[in-house]
């Protein structure tokens, strides 16, 4: 019977008033999807976002507020964490990273410094060194705050079952604009970059499985945008937004994560302050319809995700230190009574193996 492991990254730092410990490792049970803890691998501070190769043998981790990206070696039968290394990610507090087609290299969105970066990976796994950085410039947005510059959010390579490209979309909270990035065999970059309007703070992507839509989750003003994308030139071209938040809402809150299900039914976007997840009905065509909130049990759903069966969501509420699962419905989202405990969740990723 096949063994599923979970990976929760956190925060872990006194300034993000965080209980996190370390990256930690839960077994999935393949009959109850009870979650089982097996151990937490400390680690520098706040490694929040993760990824692992496609042979699951690596785990790779962005250290938030920091300058760091770190690697590590996975046990093929415990699934337990091995360090390898860790190497400057050419910016600060990087924030999100994806693999090239190749998984040659890793590439890193680095927030506060307002650029991407990649990195290679050296035959062993181990990250090596690199100077190619691709810096961000335009208009801050008119949220002085939250909007001092370049503050790319996300670096998702664009790979859907139809398009397995080199294209990574890069949403930019700061600028106010959504950029397709990719790098040549000679280490050039291309970038197509498309403005958004102002105070939309575009954060996270989710990709259409059928049809060449991009959906972007637009932090500030709790919105989300469908824009085509033209994987042959790397041009986007936006085409509806939606509001993510209950009607009637009107405390503080912002736009978080986003995925979309494998069936295209539905699109899912979390919202920190409402405390909801947005559960938005995709009609044939893509485009947003009717919409339901849950409420996401927890305190600020940084993050939500799906299992690789997508039959079941997983909000990890930062604040409250709970993964909440839901069980995916014809339209909407059930709650299961699963409740995770562990210290500030900011991401999830799976792995399974025989």
């Known amino acids: 019977m096949a063994r599923k492991f979970a990976y929760v990254g956190c925060r872990t730092t006194r300034e993000r008033n965080a209980r996190g410990k370390g990256i930690a490792l839960y077994q999935v049970s393949a009959d109850t999807k009870r979650w089982t803890l097996v151990d937490v691998f400390p680690t520098l501070d706040n490694p929040s976002f993760l990824v692992m190769n496609r042979a699951q043998t690596m785990l790779y981790a ?117 950029s397709a990035v990719r790098w040549h065999p000679d280490g050039t970059c291309e970038v197509h970059t498309e403005r958004w309007e102002a105070g939309s703070g575009p954060r996270h992507a989710a990709f259409h499985p059928k049809l060449p839509f991009v959906y972007i989750a637009n932090e500030l003003n709790s919105t989300v945008t469908v824009w085509n994308f033209d994987a042959a030139s790397g041009k986007l071209t936006s085409l509806k937004t939606a509001p993510v938040l209950p009607p009637g809402f009107a405390g503080e809150s912002t736009a978080a994560g986003i995925v979309i299900t494998a069936d295209a039914q539905q699109l899912l976007v979390s919202n920190r302050g409402s405390n909801t997840v947005a559960a938005i009905a995709l009609d044939e065509n893509g485009m947003p319809g009717e919409t339901d909130w849950v409420s996401c049990q927890g305190d600020f759903p940084r993050f939500i995700g799906l299992d690789p069966e997508s039959r079941h969501l997983y909000v990890a509420n930062e604040r409250s230190d709970t993964i909440v699962e839901f069980a995916l419905k014809d339209t909407g989202l059930a709650a299961t009574g699963q409740v995770i405990e562990t210290g500030s969740p900011v991401c999830i990723i799976f792995s399974t193996r025989a």
């Open 62 to 178: 962005v250290h938030g507020d920091g300058e760091m990206a770190s690697s590590f070696r996975v046990d093929a039968e415990s699934g337990r964490l091995t360090f390898v290394n860790s190497v400057a990610c050419n910016g600060r507090n990087p924030v999100h990273l994806a693999f090239s087609a190749d998984e040659q290299w890793l590439a890193i969105a680095n927030y506060a410094t307002g650029c991407i970066a990649r990195l290679p990976i050296a035959g062993d796994g181990a990250l090596e060194s690199s100077n190619e950085i691709v810096t961000f410039t335009g208009l801050p947005g008119p949220h002085t705050k939250e909007q001092k510059g370049s503050h790319p959010h996300h670096i998702s390579r664009y790979q859907t079952p139809f398009c397995d490209s080199d294209w990574h979309i890069v949403p930019d909270k700061g600028i106010d604009s959504v």
